[in-house]
């Protein structure tokens, strides 16, 4: 081990695949105890009517507070809850979080907001995860309407059959359904003739090209949705100029910096109020 030992170990390199290993089980060790601390958060990004320019209801989006890193992005630790096995936990979590937040915010406002909840391929596995969707919407008192699961093309991509009576199960209860990041994936079209979706939302790669490019995309998936009686949700809009060619296109809702960023519970509750109040003051003569 003469080699290991001298001025190989030092000399800077390690193989890429270590580090990201290492870095993989370092997340993994912390994000399970944050899980078993009670330390995640979800965050909500409003989704607006694209022409009234109103607010209908959220996207719940999970967030890690990390003592020594500050916010990790989901982007690195849900493909590890992934892999490890704690998407299942995690998912069920911010569900539940989720569900009770928004539960509250309609009888405080009195409007019936929707509620986007992201759903890994993983959590639809799971057997029990269409009894667990009805007991949390038994549990805080969100109507199933409100509800809606955002779904990946990968999770339509497996097992049909399984994939089908999982989807029928939570519409059956009343829950709706969506294609997130739509036009990204791989999977067939035909899809949205057998699949009982409600809603496509494009992805944001797309909407960021508009309105110089990106609109032949933004507008097929506009018409599919539409010819499918499918409602369209655009993601990531960033500019005015994007928000207008939407509207004129005829999509249904928004979502995006441009009106709001992810933000958390007690932002929306300031937000919901402050909107409720302004609407209270009557306009002048
Ligand atoms: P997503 O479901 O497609 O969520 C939209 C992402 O785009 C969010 O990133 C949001 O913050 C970001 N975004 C929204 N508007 C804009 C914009 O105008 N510009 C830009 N540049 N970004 C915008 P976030 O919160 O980092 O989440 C990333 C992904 O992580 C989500 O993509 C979703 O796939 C996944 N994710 C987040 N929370 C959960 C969860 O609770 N469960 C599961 N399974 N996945 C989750
Ligand atoms: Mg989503
Ligand atoms: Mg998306
Ligand atoms: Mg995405």
Redesign the pocket.
């Known amino acids: 081990h003469a080699k290991l030992s001298g001025k190989n170990r030092f000399s800077g390199f390690v193989p890429e695949m270590t580090l990201a290993a290492q870095r993989r089980v370092r997340i993994e060790r912390d994000l399970r105890k944050a899980m078993e601390r009670n330390e995640l958060e979800v965050?909500y990004?409003p989704q607006f009517d694209c022409r009234s320019e109103t607010i209908v209801g959220f996207?719940?989006?999970?967030r890690w507070p990390h003592a020594e890193q500050g916010y990790i992005?989901?982007?690195d630790f849900?493909p590890v809850a992934e892999e490890c096995g704690l998407?299942g936990e995690?998912?069920l979590w911010?569900l539940r979080r989720a569900c009770a937040d928004t539960a509250a915010w309609s009888k405080a406002t009195g409007k019936a907001l929707g509620l986007a909840?992201?759903?890994?391929a993983r959590?639809l596995r799971e057997r029990a995860f269409v009894d667990q969707v009805g007991q949390i919407l038994r549990d805080t008192g969100l109507p199933a309407a409100q509800l809606e699961l955002?779904l990946t093309e990968s999770f339509l991509m497996g097992d049909v059959e399984a994939a089908l009576a999982f989807m029928r199960a939570l519409r059956e209860m009343g829950v709706k359904l969506s294609i997130?990041?739509f036009g990204t994936g791989y999977s067939s079209l035909s899809y949205l003739q057998s699949f009982p979706i409600d809603r496509l939302?494009i992805d944001?790669s797309f909407v960021q090209l508009l309105p110089e490019d990106g609109f032949t995309m933004t507008s097929a998936i506009i018409s599919l949705a539409h010819g499918f009686d499918l409602s369209v949700v655009a993601?990531?809009?960033?500019a005015p100029s994007q928000l207008s060619w939407l509207q004129g296109a005829g999509c249904d809702y928004v979502?995006?910096?441009?009106m709001a960023?992810?933000m958390p519970a007690s932002a929306v509750r300031d937000l919901l109020l402050a909107q409720t109040a302004s609407r209270q003051v009557p306009e002048p003569a």
Do not use: C, M, T, W
Not at 117 to 120: D, F, G, M, W, Y
Not at 235 to 238: I, L, M, S
């Open positions: 965050f990004q996207e719940a989006l999970a992005a989901p982007s849900i998407i995690l998912g911010v909840v992201n759903v890994s959590q955002e997130d990041d939302k944001r993601e990531g809009v960033e979502q995006g910096y441009l960023r992810p």
